[in-house]
């Protein structure tokens, strides 16, 4: 592997300190007869020998470079015993390196202004920040670095291990909605990766050893398992030959990504009681859904969106505010590589009425798949997600973050516009299908959080 020398940061840092709405990018909307609008997004694309890719959006308003580097990799990707695997590492990420010392990958970040930061999902890590327009080579370099010259120590190991637990703690064990979730989520899916949150099992997270971690890092963190998105000021060419320059002599990992080729079913039909002390009842409702590419997941998305996720939708309209029989419900589409799950939540006003708004949330999924939609229901749906895409389209980072899930989840930077043509496409019929396809009471698993008196 081709290893970064240290001078090269030093020379970079002392020339950050020495040298320390505009241009539209986007193509001009397509118009039909009906004023259709699908964003297209300027890019630059092309791909290293050694499998990385790499997409530049430019846009010359604004002097600064907003970067993330995509790995295909998340908790679905982790053995079984060793969950929090991938996003133990992604702390990892922030220590050493050969050529650099604890913290100064964020040093180097922040001296010239920057910032950085990282995220985990289920199918893929995200690197990303921002830094001024000139310091892309700094980007490059730093990133380089770190994808192929990571040190493992077990004092940094340990130290770590225990800011994870205690994040654990705080974010799963001490919330009464994502530990009951959690708890949920073990039941639906008994055995695969999708039975816990992407921190993992507290026992996997102490079972992790320094070989475990190493192992990890050099199947994963790879110039072939990585997606680069660069945006803001930067230039396509200087891109590419900055990218050859350090990510280019980077050795390709020999990658079996054999659990992105699995599925796992729901453990239908159950209906489990939590015990917590809380004074607020919980129903929470986990459903089969595809793969996040799969072409019904609009009608999905949508079907959340006029049962629970809007203003004026019908759970919220009928059970929240005319019956008055719950406080709060919402919905969560995960949209993963592998089939994953909607989860939608109900909050009764009390406990003795679960059953009863149990049953009244069925009965609106009934209505819709017997009397269909409400007059304006499809129409305002449509509208929503073109307001999205049109605040995206105003934005660079935005688009450029799309087109980066696009490539690094589905191996589709035009995955996004694809979408947005599916919405527009999207039908009465469909949303009625998606209803009896996959939220329907033989194709869920229910929790319910109960007082603990």
Request: charged residues 25%.
């Amino acid at each position: 592997m081709k290893k970064i020398k240290k001078s090269i940061f030093i020379t970079l840092f002392i020339v950050s300190i020495l040298s320390l709405l505009g241009m539209n990018i986007f193509a001009d909307s397509a118009k039909a007869a009906e004023d259709k609008f699908i964003p297209k997004i300027n890019y630059t694309q092309f791909q290293l020998d050694n499998g990385l890719e790499i997409f530049v959006v430019e846009d010359k308003s604004i002097p600064v470079i907003n970067y993330s580097l995509y790995y295909d990799v998340g908790s679905i990707d982790e053995k079984t015993g060793k969950t929090g695997m991938a996003h133990f590492l992604e702390h990892m990420m922030f220590l050493k390196s050969e050529n650099l010392a604890k913290g100064e990958f964020n040093d180097l970040i922040t001296e010239v202004g920057g910032k950085t930061n990282a995220m985990t999902t289920y199918d893929y890590t995200r690197y990303h920040g921002e830094v001024p327009a000139n310091m892309l080579e700094l980007v490059m370099a730093l990133e380089a670095e770190r994808m192929v010259n990571l040190k493992f120590e077990s004092k940094e190991l340990e130290r770590e291990r225990e800011v994870i637990l205690q994040e654990r703690n705080t974010r799963i064990q001490s919330n009464i909605f994502s530990k009951n979730l959690e708890k949920l989520q073990k039941e639906a899916f008994t055995n695969t990766p999708l039975e816990h949150q992407v921190i993992g099992w507290e026992e996997g997270l102490k079972s992790i050893t320094l070989e475990d971690m190493k192992g990890f890092y050099e199947k994963y963190y790879a110039p072939n398992n990585a997606v680069l998105v660069l945006s803001g000021d930067v230039n396509p060419d200087k891109a590419h030959k900055l990218a050859k320059k350090y990510f280019g002599g980077l050795s390709a990992s020999n990658l079996n990504k054999d659990q992105k080729t699995k599925s796992w079913k729901i453990n239908a039909g159950k209906k489990l009681k939590f015990k917590e002390n809380t004074r607020l009842p919980i129903t929470m409702m986990l459903y089969d859904t595809p793969v996040g590419n799969h072409s019904d997941q609009v009608a999905i998305d949508a079907l959340l969106n006029i049962l629970v996720n809007n203003k004026t939708s019908r759970v919220k309209s009928e059970l929240k505010r005319e019956q008055k029989l719950i406080i709060e419900t919402a919905g969560f589409n995960t949209k993963l590589e592998v089939p994953g799950y909607a989860l939608i939540y109900l909050v009764p006003g009390n406990q003795m009425n679960m059953e009863k708004v149990q049953k009244a949330f069925d009965n609106e999924i009934e209505r819709i798949i017997n009397e269909g939609l409400k007059k304006k229901e499809l129409k305002i749906i449509k509208n929503q997600e073109l307001k999205k895409a049109n605040f995206n389209q105003r934005s660079s980072q935005s688009l450029a973050k799309l087109l980066g899930l696009g490539a690094a989840n589905y191996n589709n930077p035009e995955f996004y516009v694809e979408y947005v043509e599916d919405v527009y496409n999207l039908k009465e019929k469909d949303i009625i299908k998606a209803a009896k396809k996959y939220f329907n009471p033989e194709n869920r698993i229910t929790g319910n959080v109960i007082p603990n008196y």
